[in-house]
């Protein structure tokens, strides 16, 4: 699958306190992905933090590189969709 680069439906997405995505056209399920800073290998999503209280807003999320073994945070507008 290639990569969609979508700074708003992230947004949109973090917004509500998912990492998960449901096309509802195609009824394709889009995750959360990041390109590694060591090695440039497309990761999925290790772990995110939620805000604390009632809101569920995204507040950091935590990507693995399974080839170099490295977990890194990163901004919204490097995260794409895949």
Do not use: H, W
Request: with cysteine; aromatic share 10%; glycine share 4%.
């Amino acid at each position: 699958m290639e990569k969609i680069k979508d700074n708003k439906k992230i947004e949109q997405m973090m917004q509500k306190g998912e990492i998960n995505f449901l096309d509802p056209e195609s009824g394709y399920r889009y995750s959360l992905c990041a390109v590694c800073p060591n090695d440039s290998q497309e990761c999925s999503v290790a772990t995110f933090e939620r805000a604390v209280g009632t809101d569920l807003k995204i507040t950091r999320i935590t990507f693995y590189c399974p080839v170099c073994d490295r977990r890194f945070d990163c901004l919204p507008e490097i995260m794409f969709l895949r």
